[in-house]
């Protein structure tokens, strides 16, 4: 249960320094995960786009085979988070309203799978790590994705939440 959690909720149970497209698919199936939540702007792609990245396409495709998969976005605009989702055959929320947990719930129901057996992936401490954590889900905080898929150098949000954080209490972020 969430509330339980020995560790800060703002921090990850794994953050790789990587991008979504350099994840260890089978860590994230070591750990018994069957599902994931997946953050979308800045975590699959770089700007308003909604042409994914090539190897984002390729993790994700390649993560369907073994698991499920749902695009979790705070963006209010449903046709962009549509798009996205209809490249991929997934299901998706947009207007989430992390890191509240009203919508993450109603997904969570939906995949009919214990919390620990889901991931929540994004790039953002005070939303995507935050929200998944309150729920009791394995948190992976991801770097923004550049428009070819490799890590954008200069976060100033990330960097701005990290510290954040740290003033907060949370251990080594």
Known sequence: MAGL???????PDWEPGLTIAQLSLPHLTAHGLRAAVIDVDRTLLPGRD???????????????RRMQLHLFSNNPSRERISAVAEQLGVSFTSGAGKPRRGALR????????????IAMIGDRLFTDVLCGNRMGLY???VRPVRADGKPCRHDRVQRLERAMARAMGAPSI
């Open 5 to 11: 959690r020995e560790q800060h909720w703002l921090k």
């Open 50 to 64: 909604v042409t994914l990245p090539g190897p984002v396409s390729d993790w994700l495709v390649d993560a369907g």
């Open 106 to 117: 109603s997904v969570v129901r939906d995949l009919a799978l214990p919390p620990e057996a």
């Open 139 to 141: 948190t992976v905080l």
